[in-house]
């Protein structure tokens, strides 16, 4: 029986995740994320492959470079279920339901500026809209949970496995009958951490004859969790001593809970003087709610906060900003509020009404706690601008900026190797995920480590493994 994988996205790339595993007669689909970024125009170029001829998607976690394209599989014809771990679907559903909201928005303001410039249909119409989203979470079907396998034909066998990286996260290992025998293909998603403040950790596989692995980090290694803890912390309280406000740029999903756990923390050991800390951000509200509905994921420490009758994200300083209004009501406070928003990077969102009214004041810090992408407004910050545009305004940088880098939710180079070194019987080792000048340097790394040679896999290409 052949096995044969194309690779149909993050290949050489970062986004855009999509890969096909083709066996027994069976099309099975690994992700299927939105291309961000410089390869945005790709979303717009039709699937290089049949949807109505998948019978399976299997989605590893509910990032949007994983999961943005899946109302467009449906909208061109997948018929097929969709397989996932519980976490995932929900955060799928938010994730994707805030997509469609965001490009309509978007289009919006795209289509005003292409009619004052007489060209109204220069203006590119979103991927898809809220419907089409409902329509393609009905096609969630199977829920498993990790170590759970389930059977997709008489010779085929997936079962997930914790990949540490967000809540639900997993990755993937495929075991299919060959011969007398078995092989096992393992797709990593996106791995997470060994240590991570309220998820249980990535874990570790024996079982995997080819790999598929993600190698976003694999050139370096991030600052210890423990180091960029005490960081925070310090950063927290030497800025409420200043008088001002705090302006955290969040994440939506993971970051800002990871924040507010910190916080809690602080409040629970008597270190944190009374201030308002506000989630200002629909988004990470529901991400919140979605946390609190599972925790038979978190890592043990969080399991016993919660066991003692606390809730790791809220306590009494804690305010949702649910409403347009209540975001508008933070700017009257000018001292002592921790103003969590996003979007992470100061793209968009609410984050830049807040950084509008804080970031020249001397009194006041911006805590970045997440990567920052080049030509970001986070990015300016956080290299130094003297001033930056917001909303057509030039806005002075007065304010004290921290940039805090050890909360990285994908495993650092270490890490990698020390998952990739785990398995005991590799017949090929695959690079996805990652840009290619990392990729080659993680490959040399992984050679000099393991003396495995990977392949780096490239856009479309079609691989048989067996
Ligand atoms: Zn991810
Ligand atoms: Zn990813």
Known sequence: MKIK?????????????????????????????????????????????????????????????????????????????????????????????????????????????????????????????EDDVYEAIEHFRIFLGYHQPYRLSDSITLTFKDAGHILGSSYVEFKIKHGENYRTVVFSGDLGMTKRLIIKPLEFSKDGNYVFMESTYGNRNHRSLEESIE???????????????????????????????????????????????????PLAIAATKIFLRFPEYFNDETKKLIKEGKNPFIFPYVHFSQTPEESKMINSV?????????????????IKHHLKHNLWREESSVIFVGYQAKGTLGRAIVDGAKTVKIYGEEIAVKAKIYTINGFSAHADRDTLLKWLGSFENIYGTFLIHGEPEVQKIFKQSVKDKLDIDPHIVEFGESIVLV
């Open 5 to 129: 994988v194309h690779s149909y996205g993050a290949a050489q790339t970062v986004t855009g995740s999509c890969h096909l595993l083709e066996v027994d007669g069976l099309r099975i689909l690994i992700d299927c994320g939105m291309f961000q970024g410089l390869d945005e125009d790709k979303n717009y170029e039709p699937f290089p492959f049949d949807p109505r001829t998948i019978d399976y998607l299997i989605v590893t976690h509910g990032h949007i470079d994983h999961i943005g394209r899946i109302p467009l599989l449906v909208k061109e014809g997948f018929g097929g279920k969709i397989i996932s771990t519980k976490p995932t679907y929900h955060i799928a559903r938010i994730m994707l339901l805030d997509a469609a909201n965001v490009m309509k928005e978007e289009y919006r303001v795209e289509y005003r500026k292409a009619l004052r410039r007489g060209k109204p249909w220069e203006a590119r119409p979103p991927l898809y809209d």
């Open 334 to 350: 000018s001292s002592g509020a921790i103003i969590l928003a996003g979007s992470g990077m100061c793209t968009g969102g609410r």
């Open 231 to 281: 960081e925070f912390k310090g950063a927290i309280l030497d800025s409420l001593k200043r008088g001002g406000n705090i302006v955290i740029p969040t994440f939506a999903l993971e970051r800002a809970q990871e924040i507010l756990y910190l916080l809690r923390q602080m409040y629970d050991n008597h270190l944190l003087p009374e201030c308002k800390i506000f989630l200002d951000s």
